[in-house]
């Protein structure tokens, strides 16, 4: 398999795999690389919704990609016709952008976007290699043609009603008789629907009357003799049309008249040539892709001149698709196997967009923030001066939803940047390395001895995992947060305020780039740690941050056979509900309730697992749920549980971010935010790391009253998954308004609600289809359910479901 290649405008440079053959090309600037380590289609097509709010892009795997730009995330991959390894997909939305089309293969597929379901299939006579959907939100046109096994078929052209799949007008042309050379290689609608527009016997121009089917007028473009016209387009008054071809130029043509008006000569002349072409909203300027040289080119149609030249996708010399945002503020392209976003004013690229043939994905920014699948950031690797690592060991400071999100919005986000990936490999991480471990016995406790040495970075947090479970660490995470928001109300702790204290700080001091202070360790440390063994297979793992905690390591991992007694396990169970504050103004109405409907359930379902005089519970509720009594609670069931036993905690109450950190409020909350009345994320840290259980789940329904936006819920994102990765444990977090944490949904929180559904012998939550409801498959099934009962309320709301964890049984069903 070959490698396909993007280059960053940051000298970050992607490898990404392709499923075709290309041979390898030269990469500039490539002072750092990332190759991306799965398989990834080429994108053959891009579409903007008419909000502009959501992507499509086309590959030439069969799949249409829906993306959400204003968020930075895959939303869902449609399967879509498709006969031929290198048949390209080609996607657009419907007009009113509740829908979308792809044509490919033999025919044409519909979908509801809102739902993913597959609204209608229309069957074409031949291959679909070219579509344009009309304005009318009721027509789309097909072009292409076939070759047969002995010879070429004929090629077709034809105008479908989307509603019902019936053919609405067939354009009658030469290559009805003919070879499949003859036909379309390029369709267009006018944006008033009365014209069409093809390419047609390789050099020649068609333009037809829709309503009629007649041929209009058909010129022979000179210049080019063998072939070939690839791209069309009309203007947004329908006056003009643009054409591109394999000779790199662009011409510019009256409409309906067909005379040349202006010729740019636009890209370098290939067998792929001139692959897009696009007018900008306000029909001023004019976009051409070049499919020979990979460079976006803006042309001023009125002063006749190219102002602007970008390098898209020159390392693999491919641009196949081009589309402008609505507002004419984006651009978008696809060529290799990525999709990228591009600000038109500056040539800036803003984002590059991979969808993995495994469901992966990942969307990052020139300086190396990203946002991905759980598993997205696995399948990329990081090169800097013949060094790799993958962008994994970037996790804690680079994985940022928010930015991504901010980024994609066209927002300045120069003071929420304090590092860039390659800034942050020039301090490299630390080799880990184990100097002795216990071999497998009857013994309750193993010992394992492990070697950090600097490799000219420094050594950060060191971290130790059992099972994946973290036991012990000495990075702790910044709270200068408290220092700037101590006297700040709770309810202005928006999303504008906290990006506000994280520039004011970034602006003060861009040297505390990293999350996470740790004890300074020189250039060689050494420890041992003893292990509470349990019975069966044991894992334990090491890994080392640099000394500014900004890469982590590799991790190393030694694995032992114990013998030692299998002992029947024990569920523990903390459920803390906060309705009631010392501040009166900020109590809710429904967390007590969550808090006790939650615990009741676990205690019936769990049952199907656990012994009943195994499962122990114990509830906090309003007055009891203070900070020194939640503590010491957890101090005491520390004492109790062991590696082979599972904790569950449970929170419903107030939530709040101060800057990019997480706080759990506490009943002692009078107002002002201080430690005494909140639970900041390295308590929850060193909670997780007291009780011994390998088998963690948290669960936090919380409320934040300053309200949740794209900022928060990003945030939200980034704090959580990091906690649930440090940790190696599971996490479920879902954040609301305060007025929606009010209102609630049949007598609970909206995500209670569906998580106590989930619980209720619920076929549908098991995911594995086993007979078995797991921690994963509970997760799955609360967020599918959040996020489609809040958008039929008309109060968006989805969950954060994060396994880094070892995924489990929650209950049998019955």
């Not at 629907?193 to 093809?198: E, F, I, N, P, Q």
């Not at 609970?748 to 086993?770: H, P």
Request: net charge neutral; proline share 3%.
């Amino acid at each position: 398999m070959s490698t396909y290649r993007i280059i960053l405008l940051s000298s970050i440079v992607i490898m990404l795999c392709s499923c075709t053959a290309t041979p390898q090309l030269h990469i500039k600037s490539a002072e750092m690389s990332m190759a991306l380590q799965q398989s990834a289609p080429k994108i053959e097509s891009v579409a903007f919704s008419p909000d502009g709010k959501y992507v499509l892009s086309g590959g030439i795997d069969g799949t249409a990609t829906l993306w959400d730009i204003s968020s930075g995330s895959l939303v869902r991959k449609f399967i879509a016709p498709k006969d031929a390894p290198d048949e390209g997909l080609k996607v657009a939305f419907s007009s009113d952008g509740l829908y979308g089309i792809a044509g490919g293969g033999n025919g044409l597929k519909i979908w509801d976007l809102s739902t993913g379901r597959e609204t209608r299939t229309i069957g074409a006579p031949r291959r679909v290699r070219f579509m344009a959907v009309a304005s009318d939100n009721r027509s789309v046109l097909t072009g292409g043609w076939q070759s047969g096994n002995f010879m070429p078929l004929p090629a077709h052209m034809i105008l479908w009603d989307m509603n019902t799949g019936n053919k609405i007008q067939e354009f009658k042309g030469p290559w009805l008789h003919g070879f499949n050379e003859l036909g379309p290689n390029a369709v267009a609608i006018s944006p008033d629907a009365r014209y069409a527009l093809c390419t047609q016997q390789r050099s020649r121009l068609t333009l037809w009357d829709i309503a009629s089917g007649r041929e209009i007028r058909t010129i022979k473009v000179a210049g080019i003799s063998s072939n070939l016209i690839r791209a069309i387009g009309f203007s947004p008054d329908g006056k003009y049309a643009l054409s591109g071809g394999i000779d790199g130029e662009l011409r510019l043509w009256n409409i309906p008249s067909l005379d040349l008006i202006k010729t740019f000569k636009a890209h370098e002349w290939g067998r792929a040539g001139i692959s897009s072409v696009i007018f900008s909203p306000e029909g001023r300027y004019a976009l051409s892709g070049g499919a020979s040289d990979g460079f976006i080119k803006v042309w001023d149609l009125l002063k006749g001149v190219e102002v602007r030249s970008i390098d898209a996708h020159s390392g693999t010399n491919k641009v196949w698709s081009l589309a402008l945002s609505p507002n004419g503020k984006f651009i978008l392209s696809g060529g290799d196997a990525s999709t990228r976003l591009w600000d038109f004013s500056t040539s800036e690229e803003l984002a590059t967009m991979v969808s993995f043939e495994n469901g992966e994905w990942v969307v990052i920014t020139s300086n190396g923030y990203y946002n991905s699948s759980e598993k997205g950031a696995q399948y990329l690797n990081v090169t800097f001066e013949g060094k790799s690592y993958t962008v994994d060991q970037f996790y804690d400071v680079f994985y940022r939803p928010d930015i991504v999100a901010a980024k994609l919005r066209g927002e300045d986000i120069k003071n929420l940047v304090t590092i860039t990936m390659k800034d942050a490999i020039k301090n490299p991480p630390p080799l880990v390395e184990y100097i002795s471990h216990t071999s497998g016995n009857d013994q309750k406790k193993a010992k394992a001895c492990y070697r950090v040495k600097s490799t000219g970075g420094g050594i950060g947090e060191v971290r130790l995992f059992h099972n994946g479970k973290l036991i012990q660490s000495d990075g702790y995470y910044r709270e200068v947060a408290k220092t700037s928001a101590e006297k700040t109300q709770l309810s202005s702790l928006n999303s504008r305020s906290i990006y506000a204290d994280m520039r004011s700080l970034n602006i003060k001091g861009k040297t505390d780039a990293a999350l996470m202070v740790s004890k300074s360790k020189g250039d060689l440390f050494e420890d041992c740690k003893e292990i509470d063994a349990i019975a069966g297979e044991n894992e334990v793992s090491v890994s080392a941050f640099n000394g500014n905690n900004t890469v982590q390591s590799n991790m190393k991992t030694i694995t032992f056979h114990s013998s030692v007694k299998v002992e029947d396990p024990h569920l523990y169970i903390l459920s803390i509900g906060i309705d009631q504050y010392t501040d009166s103004n900020v109590n809710l109405k429904y967390a007590v309730k969550d808090a006790k409907d939650l615990e009741e359930k676990l205690k019936v379902q769990s049952a199907t697992l656990y012994k009943p005089e195994n499962i122990h519970y114990l509830l906090l509720t309003d007055r009891e749920a203070t900070k020194t009594n939640m503590v010491n609670r957890v101090n005491e069931l520390s004492n109790t549980i062991k590696p082979q036993d599972s904790f569950i905690l449970f929170v419903a109450g107030h939530g709040v971010l101060l800057q990019n950190q997480y706080y759990m409020l506490t009943h002692d909350y009078d107002g002002m935010v201080n430690d005494i009345s909140m639970i900041s994320s390295n308590e929850i840290v060193e909670m997780s790391k007291k009780i011994k259980s390998l088998s963690q789940l948290f669960i936090f329904d919380t409320c934040h009253a300053g309200g949740v936006d794209y900022i928060i819920s990003g945030l939200y994102d980034a704090r959580m998954s990091v906690l649930a990765k440090k940790m190696g444990l599971h996490i479920y977090a879902s954040a609301n308004d305060k007025q929606a944490a009010m209102d609630g949904y049949k007598g609970n929180g909206l995500f209670t609600y569906t998580l106590l559904d989930g619980l209720n012998n619920n076929k549908e939550a098991d995911k594995n289809k086993d007979g078995q409801v797991t921690v994963v498959g509970l997760g799955d099934y609360s967020k599918k359910m959040t996020t489609e009962i809040s958008k039929e309320i008309g109060n968006s709301q989805t969950p954060l479901i994060i396994n880094f964890g070892k995924d489990s049984p929650v209950y049998k069903l019955q």
